[in-house]
């Protein structure tokens, strides 16, 4: 049976695709990879892997996301940084003095905040110990504060790690859909605590509020990662409403009532108080309600 990443590929893709295969090959070679191991993380044979590398196949949104989890690169670098469905997050922003490149962690770095971020999603940080960490990962205590000044330091990695699948997530899957309605409607489906590696997102930002509001709370760059979010919520329902399909408003305003529902009823699933499909009616009745122009036809006209 035909792959359907190997058909139909239009001479811009076949341009988009040579970007990626090249830039996936450069992320393979600075990882020090091998290819089995990529395409064992990835989830295809290496036969598969290999026409993806020499551009003959499209790499699909769940491969583009392992492919860049794997390397350590984002999805955005690997398709040649053109997409601007999602807003860049601090750490990937040109001229910031935090700012990195394509490769922003050393393999022993990343999984130290790997292995962190899978223990403080599943434990808590108070509960992990440096310990706990340096055994689950397979290295010394030493090791882990020669990249971390502390605990606290490795659990605002952990933050920033959480970051990036999100915004690997919304690059891989949103690039390719052109309607502004369905962009919203998956764009909360990725953002939402659905699934094994969300979840343990939710739970890193969970954690990271409770820790922000206590009276002697702790700096942390989350603030800026909400606002990233927000804007990100703001520009597709500006460009909604530019197209006729949503009601005209304050789409900053909008955005700030829709991410703050989409926080509470995530609150309710993560901790067992409502169910998936109970959070997905709400959301949907309240995009119908609140965002979704009823009548498009006279809007746009």
Excluded: C
């Excluded at 962009?183 to 979840?199: D, F, V």
């Excluded at 329902?237 to 009823?265: H, N, V």
């Amino acid at each position: 049976m035909t792959d359907p990443s190997e058909v139909g590929v239009s001479e811009v893709g076949v341009s988009e695709a040579a970007v990626t295969a090249r830039r996936a090959k450069e992320a393979l070679r600075t990882s020090e990879l091998s290819q089995r191991h990529v395409a064992a993380s990835i989830g295809i044979d290496e036969t598969k892997l290999s026409k993806s590398l020499s551009g003959r196949r499209r790499f699909s949104p769940e491969e583009l996301l392992a492919l860049a989890t794997a390397t350590g690169v984002t999805v955005r670098w690997l398709l040649g940084d053109e997409s601007q469905v999602s807003a860049t997050p601090l750490r990937f922003q040109p001229g910031s003095d935090r700012a990195l490149g394509a490769f922003p962690d050393s393999s022993p770095r990343r999984l130290i905040v790997e292995t962190a971020w899978d223990l403080f999603a599943r434990h808590g940080y108070e509960t992990v110990r440096i310990a706990d960490i340096a055994e689950a990962a397979g290295i010394s205590n030493a090791s882990i504060h020669y990249y971390f000044d502390g605990k606290s330091d490795l659990f605002d990695a952990t933050l920033d790690y959480s970051v990036k699948l999100a915004f690997d997530r919304q690059i891989a899957w949103l690039d390719e859909i052109p309607s502004p309605h369905r962009r919203l409607e998956r764009l909360l489906e990725l953002q939402s605590p659905i699934g094994r590696t969300a979840r343990s997102e939710w739970s890193i930002w969970l954690q990271t509020w409770a820790r922000l509001g206590l009276e002697d709370s702790y700096t942390s760059d989350y603030p800026a990662h909400y606002e990233r979010w927000s804007h990100t919520v703001a520009s597709t329902i500006e460009a909604g409403q530019s197209a006729g399909l949503f009601r005209p408003g304050d789409s900053e305003a909008m955005a700030d009532e829709l991410t703050s529902l989409l926080d509470g009823l995530g609150v309710k699933v993560l901790t067992g108080i409502m169910d998936v499909a109970t959070f997905r009616r709400r959301l949907s009745s309240y995009l119908k309600r609140t965002i979704i122009n009823p009548n498009p036809d006279e809007e746009s006209s």
